[in-house]
């Protein structure tokens, strides 16, 4: 088994974060989701993954700093979670979920806690695995996402998703709406290039909303505060893929 190292302010310009590493067209992004990281590391947030060329990493921090609408109070957020590839069925999910957990212990936190599809959503962990993992759902919103906990401390209170996100009020009620922000280095593309031009073949109107700072991100009517598109006021998919030409009909089922 391969280790797993952590990213640091200092190691992370010369270290790869697993997603997007030689897609040029996401140059730009990818640099702007480092840019991200070092940010949020000031913060407590933890990057980790295998030490390997491979699409194998989690990442997690305060609760309280967390780029969601979310009400969690002294619990670890995870955000992205992936194991891909080869690397998938060898043990590696389970070790880099204990990692997170023991940094729990340390710090004293009442639990984990994540948000998923309450079936699953693309670019979102699997919910199914973390359920088998001891995860909980605790709160669940009408457009099919729910909250799962991992509680250290079985008297705390449960996560609760924030008001933004139980409103979930978009900022324009026709057309295509786009949220995303740079917490992955694939949107920046996608949402900036390759939608506008799905959407300009279309004739649909787009406004996209890039979330740029904490405070915007917890203010979002969409928990996925990576990539999220509304049609007409409503959510629609959390799946990036659908900026794409090639795509954006068969999930839009237009």
């Known amino acids: 088994m391969e280790n797993l190292i952590p990213l640091t302010p200092e190691s992370i310009e010369k270290e790869h974060i697993c997603c997007a590493i030689s897609d040029k067209k996401c140059t730009y992004g990818y640099q702007q989701k480092k840019q991200w990281l070092k940010q949020e590391f000031a913060n407590g947030y933890v990057f980790r993954r295998i030490d390997a060329r491979a699409k194998v990493f989690i990442e997690y921090g305060p609760a309280e700093t967390a780029w969601a609408p979310v009400d969690a109070p002294n619990y670890l957020f995870i955000g992205c979670f992936w194991v891909s590839g080869q690397y998938k069925g060898n043990g590696y999910g389970k070790a880099l979920l204990q990692s997170a957990i023991d940094d729990a ?10 948000i998923v599809g309450t079936k699953k959503f693309h670019f979102m962990s699997d919910t199914k695995w973390l359920l088998r993992q001891g995860f909980v759902e605790c709160a669940k919103l009408p457009s099919g996402f729910s909250l799962l906990v991992k509680k250290l401390d079985a008297a705390a209170p449960s996560p609760q998703f924030g008001q933004s996100a139980i409103d979930a009020i978009c900022e324009v009620s026709s057309g295509l709406v786009a949220y995303y922000s740079n917490r992955c280095p694939f949107t920046e593309y996608h949402v900036t290039e390759s939608l506008v031009e799905s959407a300009r073949k279309r004739n649909i109107p787009l406004t996209i909303v890039k979330l740029q700072t904490q405070a915007q991100a917890q203010a979002s ?19 990036l893929s659908v900026c794409m030409d090639s795509r954006f009909s068969k999930i839009m089922e237009l």
């Open 105 to 114: 212990l340390l710090q004293g936190k009442s639990g984990l806690v994540t």
């Open 221 to 239: 009517p969409t928990p996925a505060t990576i990539f999220s598109l509304f049609y007409n006021g409503q959510f629609i998919t959390t799946d």
